[in-house]
């Protein structure tokens, strides 16, 4: 029950956390009116510049969402009909409908129970003679085993991409999350933690010429000055001046905000930890990390929802089906059973509340509210 003394306790409390934006969002909105520039000039450069400093990649490349910029390299990178790509049977679905949507096949691999993410045994199990790349994600506050992954790639001369939509800030053994392989991405999806206001993206690459063919491609395959010619088969796949500019505003404050997140992130572990074996709260150890969604997995994760919602906490399910048993991907052939840890974290997985504006004492009483559920002889 809620009352005024103990008011809900919303999943992403967008109020809350957009009350210090305003005034930018409704700057950035009148300068932007007040110039000719909408789309790709001057802020959305700025941001690219912003983004090389921040990353120590050579390139940077704005697009129109995460998922324009999953689409953009695997389309630089040559992949088409007749390839597969590695990627993993639990994940947000563009991490494999931007491969099957170049006409490759996503060759799905189970993910590590702990982490939920890409499993390296499995991935390595799951590459074939047709295999060109290899697409491990980072989910929630994990980032995947990524020199793993960069080794199996140069042992079997694969690709390696980041989907790293959701971990800029990030780094994995000292190296930024996107930075591993040939090329990384980064989302603007505004409930990311580097979210902006409205869909943008991001590739980072220290190759040329993938960054070359990626500034055509997102641009109907024009070479830069040359309206009107189209040197390949390109995408309308640009960032606009609105969202640039605002993220130009919000970068700065990119890591006092993911510090934020982290607080959170400790508070719930270091009240949940002891909850194991009947809730395991995500692996602990939050710096370096890209603290985004605050995953618990709980044998009886619908009853404990029910119970959260009872007392005015919002939780959310990332993510309720496996990729390989949605029906979009009905013709891999795949059926229940496939990918068992996939399809269990799809029966456990809950997310609890985290934003880095979330009300004193918020995140203490879900923790005080999942240990009630739990003392309740669970
Ligand atoms: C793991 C992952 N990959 C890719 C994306 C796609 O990003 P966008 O929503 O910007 O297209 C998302 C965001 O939802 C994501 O969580």
């Keep these: 029950m809620t009352t005024a003394a103990t008011p ?26 007040e ?11 700025r941001l690219e510049a912003e983004i090389v400093r ?53 060759v799905f691999a189970d993910v590590e129970y702990e982490t939920a993410l890409l499993d390296p045994a499995a991935a390595e199990a799951a590459v074939t003679d047709r295999t060109r790349a290899l697409l491990p994600a980072y989910l929630f506050t994990g980032s995947p085993r990524m020199g793993a992954f960069a080794d199996l790639a140069a042992r079997r001369g694969l690709h390696l991409v980041e989907d790293s939509a959701v971990a800029l800030g990030a780094e994995v053994d000292g190296r930024p ?3 591993h392989g040939i090329a990384g991405v980064y ?15 991001m590739i980072v690459t220290d190759d040329p010429e993938l960054a070359r063919v990626a500034r055509m491609l997102r641009n109907h395959g024009q070479p830069a000055g040359r309206r009107f010619h189209h040197e390949l088969l390109g995408f309308n796949c640009r960032m ?23 607080a959170v992130a400790e508070l719930y572990e270091e009240g949940l930890r002891p909850l194991a074996p009947a809730l395991l709260p995500p692996p602990a150890g939050f ?25 005015g906490i919002e939780t959310t399910v990332y993510y309720p089906r496996p990729l390989h048993l949605q029906p979009a991907f009905a013709g891999l052939g795949h059926a229940p059973g496939d990918f068992p840890v996939a399809e269990r974290l799809c029966r456990e997985a809950l997310a609890l509340p985290l934003h880095p504006d979330m009300a004193p ?18």
Excluded: N
């Design 54 to 106: 921040l990353t120590g990649a050579a390139h940077a490349v704005a697009v129109a969402s995460g998922t324009g910029a999953l689409t953009v390299i695997l389309s630089a990178l040559g992949v088409g009909e007749g390839d597969e790509v590695v990627t993993p049977a639990f994940s947000f679905v563009s991490t494999a409908s931007t491969v099957a949507l170049r006409g490759a096949r996503p």
């Design 8 to 33: 809900a306790i919303s999943y992403s409390d967008w109020p809350a956390r957009s009350a210090d934006w305003v005034e930018d969002v409704v700057e950035v909105f009148r300068e932007v009116a």
């Design 240 to 262: 606009d001046e609105l969202t640039a500019g605002f993220l130009l505003r919000k970068l700065p404050r990119l890591a006092e905000l993911a510090e934020r997140r982290r």
């Design 361 to 378: 004492g918020a995140a203490e009483r879900v923790v005080d509210a999942v240990q009630r559920f739990y003392a309740a002889g669970r």
């Design 187 to 201: 989302s603007f999806f505004p409930a990311k933690p580097a979210g902006g206001i409205g869909d943008a993206g």
């Design 177 to 179: 999350a996107g930075r």
């Design 35 to 45: 110039s000719d520039e909408f789309i790709l000039k001057s802020r959305v450069e």
């Design 287 to 311: 710096a370096g990390r890209s603290v985004y969604t605050y995953v618990v997995r709980a044998r009886e994760r619908e009853e404990l929802r029910s119970y959260l919602a009872g007392q």
